[in-house]
């Protein structure tokens, strides 16, 4: 959810991935923001405030190391476009989310899916670096968020 948001997805295409509603996606932000010190806005704030109080948790998240050993191998474009259209089943679902969310090339690749891109050809793909391109899309993301968390530190 959190590496979902962090990658570009809004909280409402995150929780549909997840198979959440967007309400229910939106009190896992909250909770975390809780969880990692911060103060949740007001439950009218708009996305953009939910977002930007998300930020330190989403920049700790980024310079930390994935916690799990990648349990499943990248899944085939097939399977990625199914877990980012959400028809992926249940029991699938899961392990694909969290292989993805400790997978920047296949979280780059749920968001490129989720936008609409056509499945590339990825033969290999899962034992070969991810492409630069990939790269250079989540750390782009990252940097974005930094640049909140620290325009948060230091504008409170
Ligand atoms: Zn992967």
């Not at 990658?7 to 309400?23: H, N, P, T």
């Not at 989310?97 to 609409?116: I, K, S, T, Y």
Request: glycine share 6%; hydrophobic share 55%; with cysteine.
């Amino acid at each position: 959810m959190l590496r979902a948001a962090a990658a570009g997805l809004s909280f409402d295409e995150a929780g549909d991935v997840l198979r959440v509603d967007g309400a229910t996606a939106r009190k896992h932000v909250r909770t975390v923001i809780r969880l990692t010190g911060g103060s949740p806005p007001a439950a009218s704030a708009d996305d953009d405030a939910l977002r930007a109080a998300l930020a330190p948790a989403l920049a700790a998240a980024a310079a930390s190391p994935p916690a799990r050993p990648r349990a499943i191998r990248c899944p085939e474009d097939s399977v990625a476009a199914e877990l980012a259209s959400a028809r992926l089943d249940a029991a699938l679902m899961l392990p694909h989310a969290e292989h993805a969310a400790d997978c920047p090339a296949c979280m780059a690749r749920l968001v490129r899916f989720r936008r609409g891109g056509a499945p590339a050809a990825v033969s290999g793909h899962a034992d070969a670096p991810p492409p630069e391109r990939v790269d250079v899309v989540f750390w782009l993301g990252v940097a974005a968020g930094v640049a909140v968390a620290l325009a948060y530190l230091f504008l409170r």
